[in-house]
């Protein structure tokens, strides 16, 4: 046991390395930064609406009447650096105003906030390779508990400091003040977790979730204080005078946005990433008989196919598109989800030959089987023919080929 304790922690740098790599990859090729960057602007017109809508949530909740203007001088004194809390009041007022508008200006500043959830769902879904987004009152349920909970989650953060901070009778309740230096990072953490679980229309470990959130509100604090450092001693303010704070919240809402997408690739990653590289997978083609296989075999035990029965099957299926596979899987009418959660068979697999399925999905067949199944060396022989086949009527070089056009 000791043996293996060891080489794990002397392989833990090792993994790290290739985890971030991978994380990395993918947030490239996820066209992460540009989206960052579209998120910003949209964040900019959007941000008067949401403090407008944190403002009613906390209104509507008795026990967070008052907390209103705590709460968000909360937030810009532990999620804003120094450098351009100023914009607060400016924000403030802006939004006073806003709750004095007609039906249909709210209604207006209400589709703002919600163009950018909508743009926000949308990247998350294609990171982890949704393509199926939520739908009606789904999407709206989902939208409004952002809007709702994210609030709530910090006034029940100063409801507990207020709490522990009226005890002075405690003889030890310096302990507890200050431990209320982490309230800041836990609040942050239990958003982020919030919108990693919820956000993605697909099933997302509330484990890795949660260390995602707490990793990332830990980023965003050494990335206060690092914005903050910089930017003090940069010339803004020299060449943009009063008007330097909002190049500065510009570019700090930029790199807010690209550290919490970067944690949703972190996060996606802990679930999909392999340690040997994927050295065992197969074939797309072959990786769909797997799971097929093993919704065979549950639909036989009467029991239903959750993500934890495919993470299972991980070193030869690519965790990375499984819910591309279930959303293919669900277009050819082979599987359905069911009420209490999870996925069963919906088709009798007797009326369904491998051949159909290789044209129906139209990927090539795979060169080799890794499997050593009864059933999986059969397929490799059958394969193996049909590949020798097929080289031996393609066996004529190009030049043969064309000779037989100018023999006309």
Not at 169 to 193: E, K, N
Not at 242 to 269: D, Q, R
Not at 278 to 303: D, M, T
Not at 310 to 321: M, P, T, V
Request: aromatic fraction near 12%.
């Amino acid at each position: 046991m000791k043996t293996i304790t060891l080489r794990a922690v002397t392989q833990l740098p090792d993994y790290l390395w290739r985890l971030s790599a991978h994380m990395l990859k993918r947030y490239v090729d996820d066209g992460c930064q540009a989206t960052a960057a579209a998120l910003t602007y949209q964040t900019l017109f959007a941000v008067v609406p949401l403090l407008t809508v944190m403002y009613a949530v906390l209104n509507a909740v008795e026990a967070f009447k008052d907390l209103s203007v705590e709460v968000e001088g909360f937030l810009f004194d532990n999620v804003v650096p120094e450098n351009v809390v100023n914009l607060q009041d400016y924000l403030h007022d802006f939004s006073t105003q806003a709750q004095s508008l007609s039906l249909p200006s709210l209604a207006f500043l209400g589709v703002t906030a919600f163009l950018m959830l909508f743009t926000i769902e949308r990247t998350f879904n294609e990171i982890w390779r949704v393509r199926e987004p939520r739908q009606g009152y789904q999407r709206f349920l989902m939208y409004w508990a952002l809007l709702s909970l994210g609030p709530i989650l910090v006034g029940m953060g100063f409801v507990i400091t207020t709490y522990l901070m009226a005890m002075p009778f405690l003889s030890d309740v310096d302990q507890y003040t200050g431990a209320l230096g982490y309230l800041p990072i836990l609040l942050s953490a239990a958003m982020l977790t919030l919108v990693y679980v919820v956000v993605p229309n697909c099933a997302v470990s509330f484990k890795h979730a949660v260390v995602g959130g707490l990793l990332v509100a830990i980023a965003f604090e050494m990335a206060k204080y690092l914005f903050g450092f910089v930017m003090s001693r940069s010339s803004f303010e020299v060449i943009y005078g009063a008007f330097a704070a909002v190049p500065l919240f510009l570019l700090w809402i930029y790199v807010s946005w690209t550290i919490v997408l970067m944690g949703a690739e972190l996060v996606k990653a802990l679930g999909v990433y392999r340690r040997d590289g994927g050295s065992q997978l197969e074939a797309p083609l072959f990786q769909i008989v797997i799971i097929l296989e093993l919704f065979f075999h549950a639909h036989h035990r009467g029991a239903v196919v959750g993500d934890e029965d495919i993470r299972s099957c991980g070193a030869r299926i690519d965790l990375e598109h499984w819910n591309d596979y279930r959303q293919r899987l669900i277009e050819l009418n082979l599987i359905r989800s069911v009420d209490k959660g999870g996925l069963v068979l919906s088709r009798d697999l007797s009326e369904i030959s491998v051949w159909e399925l290789y044209q129906r999905l139209g990927w090539p067949l795979p060169e080799t089987v890794k499997g050593t199944s009864a059933w999986e060396v059969a397929m490799a022989a059958d394969i193996q023919h049909i590949n020798q086949h097929n080289q031996d009527l393609l066996k004529m070089d190009l030049e043969s080929l064309f000779r037989l056009g100018s023999k006309e």
